[in-house]
C-alpha cells in the first residue's frame, strides 16, 4: 500500500503562482508513475499531468501546457506541481496520484493511489 498526502494549496490571484507536493510513504520507490488530476466542481476529475518511472518523460493536459511543470524527488518520496500564469478556470480540489503503469494512461480508473486532495482557487 501506498499513502499519499497533498500539501500546497491555496488562494492566489490570476496570474499568480503556487506549488503543490506530494509526499509518498508506505512501500514506496522509485517504479512509480506519479500524477496530478484535478476536479471542479460539478465536472469530473480529469488529467492534469503526470511523470513516468521508467523515462521521466512527462506529460500534460493541453489546457494547462507550458504554465504547469511535473517534477520528482525520488530520494524524498515526493513529486510536485509548479503552476504559473494561474487562470480562474485552474480553480479546483486538485488530487496527486500513483501506479506502476509503464505507460501513461490520463484516465482516473488507471490510478490506484490517490491522496485527499488539495484545493486551489484562483481569482480573477
Known amino acids: 500500500q501506498v499513502q499519499l498526502v497533498e500539501s500546497g494549496g491555496g488562494l492566489v490571484q490570476a496570474g499568480g503562482s503556487l506549488r503543490l507536493s506530494c509526499a509518498a510513504s508506505?512501500?514506496?520507490?522509485?517504479?512509480?508513475?506519479m500524477g496530478w488530476f484535478r476536479q471542479a466542481p460539478g465536472k469530473e476529475r480529469e488529467f492534469v499531468a503526470a511523470i513516468s518511472w521508467t523515462s521521466g518523460n512527462t506529460y500534460y493536459a493541453d489546457s494547462v501546457k507550458g504554465r504547469f511543470t511535473i517534477s520528482r524527488d525520488n530520494a524524498k518520496n515526493t513529486w510536485n506541481l509548479q503552476m504559473n500564469s494561474l487562470k480562474p478556470e485552474d480553480t479546483a480540489v486538485y488530487y496527486c496520484a500513483a501506479d506502476r503503469m509503464i505507460t501513461i494512461s490520463t484516465m482516473t480508473a488507471s490510478w490506484d493511489y490517490w491522496g485527499q486532495g488539495t484545493q486551489v482557487t484562483v481569482s480573477s
Open positions: 508506505g512501500r514506496t520507490g522509485s517504479s512509480y508513475a
